[in-house]
């Protein structure tokens, strides 16, 4: 067996709650996804200030926004935003995982991933789903997949960039006690909650 080789080696990182100073950061590495890919239906990169204004929207409702970080670099981030607006999918979050492109395939987004889990399930969400920009992105499927999701349909040609139609995957991944029990209380009140 040999061993991994640098280039693709595993890259030990620390996942923390995102703070203001790392919005530049994820902006950069989502411009790249922006532009240069399907992931995001996105047609132009949003600037810092939006991004900012989209952290403290997840963060003003107590919701996990991570980043993983090697020394003071940002190398990739994950959130969890509510599914829907209305009341009754209150327990369903969806999920957003991001990979500062040259370091793809190191295991950041399964690193970021499992701590987004554990973050949502302590918050009391019963369901994560995922939207997958284009089905021909295999990375993200692969990544949701390792992580217990599973395919519940696609919307086809709902996006068209770069010229062509591309796909939304759905994914879905029950979290906790799932549908087994009635939930205890709203999300992010209940004990479990991980507070500042």
């Known amino acids: 067996?040999?061993?991994?080789?640098?280039?693709?080696?595993?890259?030990?990182?620390?996942?923390?709650?995102?703070?203001?100073?790392?919005?530049p950061?994820?902006?950069e590495i989502y411009a790249h996804y922006v532009s240069k890919s399907t992931a995001s239906f996105e047609d132009e990169p949003p600037t810092v200030a939006e991004m900012t204004a989209r952290w403290q929207r997840v963060?003003?409702?107590?919701?996990?926004?991570?980043?993983?970080?090697?020394?003071?670099?940002?190398?990739?981030?994950?959130y969890a935003a509510?599914?829907?607006?209305?009341?009754?999918?209150?327990?369903?979050c969806e999920d957003s995982v991001y990979v500062a492109a040259n370091v793809l395939g190191r295991?950041?987004?399964?690193?970021?991933?499992?701590?987004?889990i554990e973050r949502c399930t302590a918050f009391g969400f019963r369901q994560m789903i995922a939207v997958i920009?284009?089905?021909?992105?295999?990375?993200?499927?692969?990544?949701?997949?390792?992580?217990?999701f599973y395919v519940i349909g696609a919307l086809s040609s709902v996006g068209y960039k770069f010229g062509?139609?591309?796909?939304?995957?759905?994914?879905q991944r029950s979290l906790g006690d799932g549908d087994?029990?009635?939930?205890?209380?709203?999300p992010g009140r209940g004990k479990g909650r991980r507070r500042k």
């Open 59 to 78: 963060i003003s409702r107590g919701m996990p926004y991570l980043v993983a970080v090697r020394g003071r670099t940002v190398l990739g981030y994950a």
């Open 164 to 171: 062509r139609w591309s796909d939304a995957v759905f994914m």
């Open 82 to 92: 509510p599914f829907r607006e209305r009341s009754a999918y209150r327990y369903t």
């Open 180 to 186: 087994t029990t009635q939930p205890p209380g709203r």
């Open 1 to 23: 067996m040999s061993a991994a080789s640098p280039s693709t080696a595993p890259l030990k990182v620390r996942v923390r709650p995102a703070v203001e100073e790392d919005i």
């Open 107 to 116: 295991d950041i987004g399964n690193v970021l991933m499992t701590a987004l």
């Open 25 to 27: 950061a994820v902006q």
């Open 133 to 148: 920009g284009d089905s021909a992105n295999a990375a993200s499927l692969a990544l949701h997949s390792r992580h217990g």
